[in-house]
């Protein structure tokens, strides 16, 4: 083609430079400046608490819960799309794995059957925000309340007690302590994060995520099956909740009819603390695993500070509010 | 020889709206045919059926004199057909090289992405076809950062990268500074070089005149005319251009 000059080209390499470095990570910078300057405050204020492993193994252990969750909202987030249902779909997930127990009396099946009931929950999310068009906030309202009920009906509103799931290698594979000190929750928490990582900037299915978010149009012209990727992404945030609803039971070793309660502010804020957008199309999986350490920490932290319980969500109000200003304006920045 | 493209009958109805009524257009090898039309003549809808975005109510398509049923997006790329389209196609909040490959993600053998090869790729393309020197182009810049020039460079280099046979511009010319249409107008005039079709749409009937072999006019969903650019002056098209729009015919 005459437009093609045939001019040497310099080779490319992935040069790094500071600059670009500062400006393609700017948000996960901000926040992770954040983070250590939050933990300076903390290790300050109360070093008698946060100089000593105690509290870092206390927070392993209790911050994966929702964290976990994090990392799939996050990719549905950058989707340009929200869940709200997951988590009844936690305790849902509980339920089919009580329900299967008393059937059977495997544990091993009674998990799986969590697994699939998530990742039911997850595709009818996405079948029906994507086949009649509704926007997932008031599906997935309507999804909430159904599967709430669903739990509360199914379960008489009854409490169970899991103390049968003690011996089963699968609680000291999903909530045991490796080497008699290190929750396993934790490690769970950095293997879905890692895979959540390589699904969304190593995949096809990762950069349909991108550019769904950031101009549906354009990708439905270009030939991505936007349908498809969104019930994908609705299906894997199904899928982990009933995996996280599972961890957090046999943690406690007890089914509450209302288990996932209270989850929901924490980890959505865990993800929009770490600088994903909420409008899609930009967001990171490192930037909501410090954004759920920050949420995670905050409430520890208020009272080994010495202030009383009732400042927490004062605390985490400003933070957010902080947070997602300093993000907004990174990337007016960086444009 | 085989015309690259045809289409034969074609209708598509939107509800009780007919946007596209016995639609007859052909693209021959090597040519670059102009679309010409008012607003809402149905353009858009004819470049969306090529390209696999909407499905004809009726009619038939034909590439390379094979018939072609059920024709999507990424079955119209795979058969050749790379869009222009106006800068609206692009991510804006996404790096250059994801918009390049958008939808034609490169994978590696165990199908994750090769995204090395995607930068390298495109720090070669934007070089080596769009001129720019070597520090104006970085693979992760942002395209929301980009002019209208360099944007439409983008959309242009993703149809060269993928060797397309059919290029459809759709208005490529909105947005752009003169100088960047006449580059513009170059690169078209580079496709029939180069052996390639394009189909290419603009309002400025000037643009049109000046790189098309062929001009179809559209008018309220119907080809209202079609003409050989050798054969008419640019004063009797713009003449008829306007008997079409007041009158829906030539004659």
Redesign the interface.
């Known amino acids: ?5 045939n ?1 040497s ?2 080779p ?1 390499k ?1 040069t790094f430079s500071m600059k ?1 470095f500062l400006r ?1 990570n700017g948000t996960v910078l901000g926040i992770f400046g954040v983070f250590l300057l939050l933990f300076g405050i903390f290790i300050l204020s109360a070093p008698g608490t946060f100089l000593k492993p105690m509290i870092y193994y206390a927070f392993m252990s209790t911050i994966p819960f929702f964290a976990i969750m994090a990392m799939p909202l996050t990719i549905l987030v950058i989707a340009g799309e929200i869940d709200l249902s997951f988590p009844s779909i936690m305790a849902m997930g509980m339920v089919a794995f009580l329900l299967t127990y008393f059937q059977f009396q495997s544990i091993w099946l009674s998990f799986v059957a969590a697994l699939l009931i998530g990742l039911f929950a997850g595709w009818l999310n996405g079948f029906i925000i994507v086949r009649f068009g509704i926007p997932s906030m008031v599906a997935t309202i309507g999804t909430q309340f159904f599967w709430r009920g669903a739990v509360l009906v199914l379960s008489q509103n009854k409490n169970g007690s899991l103390a049968y799931a003690m011996s089963s290698p699968l609680q000291q594979i999903l909530v045991g302590k490796l080497f008699g000190v290190f929750p396993m929750q934790m490690i769970w928490l950095i293997v879905i994060a890692i895979l959540c990582w ?1 699904l969304l ?4 299915f ?3 995520v ?2 769904i978010g ?2 549906a ?8 099956n936007c349908g498809k990727e969104r019930i994908r992404a609705f299906m894997l945030v199904g899928l982990i909740s009933a995996f996280a609803g599972v961890v957090a039971s046999l943690h406690v070793k007890f089914f509450w009819p209302s288990l996932g309660d209270g989850y929901l502010l924490r980890t959505l804020a865990s993800v929009f603390l770490g600088g994903t957008s909420v409008f899609g ?2 967001g990171t999986i490192f930037g909501t695993f410090i954004g759920a350490f920050m949420i995670g920490s905050i409430e520890a932290a208020t009272v080994a500070v010495g202030l009383t319980g009732f400042w927490t969500q004062l605390i985490y109000g400003l933070i957010i509010v902080i947070s997602v200003t300093m993000h907004s304006f990174l990337r007016r920045r ?2 | 020889m085989e015309n690259r493209l045809e289409l034969r009958n074609v209708s598509k109805l939107f509800g009780e709206v007919h946007a596209l009524e016995n639609i007859d257009f052909r693209l021959g090898q090597n040519e670059v045919v102009g679309l010409l039309g008012d607003n809402g003549a149905g353009k858009s809808t004819l470049i969306k059926i090529i ?3 909407y499905q004809p109510t009726s009619g038939e398509i034909f590439f390379n004199g094979q018939k072609v049923d059920n024709l ?3 079955k ?2 795979e058969l050749g057909v790379e ?1 222009v ?1 106006q800068e ?7 790096s250059l090289w ?1 918009n390049i ?5 490169l ?1 590696n053998k165990y ?3 090769d ?2 090869k995607m ?2 790729e495109t ?2 393309l934007m ?3 769009m ?1 720019f020197t ?1 520090t104006a182009v ?3 810049s ?1 395209v ?2 980009f002019s209208g020039g360099e944007r439409q460079g983008v959309a242009i280099v993703r149809a ?1 990268y993928f060797d397309a046979d059919i290029i459809i511009l759709d208005e490529p010319t909105m947005g752009l500074s003169l100088k960047e249409t006449q580059k513009l107008l ?2 078209v ?3 029939r ?2 052996g390639k079709s394009a189909v290419f749409i603009d309002h400025n009937i000037f643009h049109v005149y000046a790189v098309a072999d062929r001009v179809v006019v559209i008018d309220r969903g119907r080809v209202a005319g079609e003409f050989v650019t050798k054969e008419i002056s640019l004063d009797d098209l713009m003449e008829k251009m306007i008997h079409i729009a007041e009158t829906g015919s030539f004659d």
Do not use: W
């Not at chain 1, 900037?201 to 096809?204: D, G, K, V």
């Not at chain 1, 149009?217 to 991505?224: F, I, R, T, Y």
């Not at chain 2, 490959?101 to 993600?105: A, D, K, S, T, Y």
């Open positions: 083609m005459t437009t093609i000059e001019t080209i310099p490319y992935d670009k393609s390589v900037n190593r995949t096809r990762g950069a349909h991108y550019l950031d101009n149009e354009s990708a439905k012209l270009m030939g991505v199309g930009v960086m444009e | 390209t696999g975005y999507t997006v990424p119209a790329r869009t389209y609206r196609a692009l991510a804006e909040l996404q994801r490959f958008l939808g034609r993600e994978t199908g994750f992405l995204v090395g930068k390298y720090h070669r070089i080596q076809s001129g070597s970085d693979p992760d942002k929301g950062t060269l170059n690169f005039n580079g496709i070089k180069a």
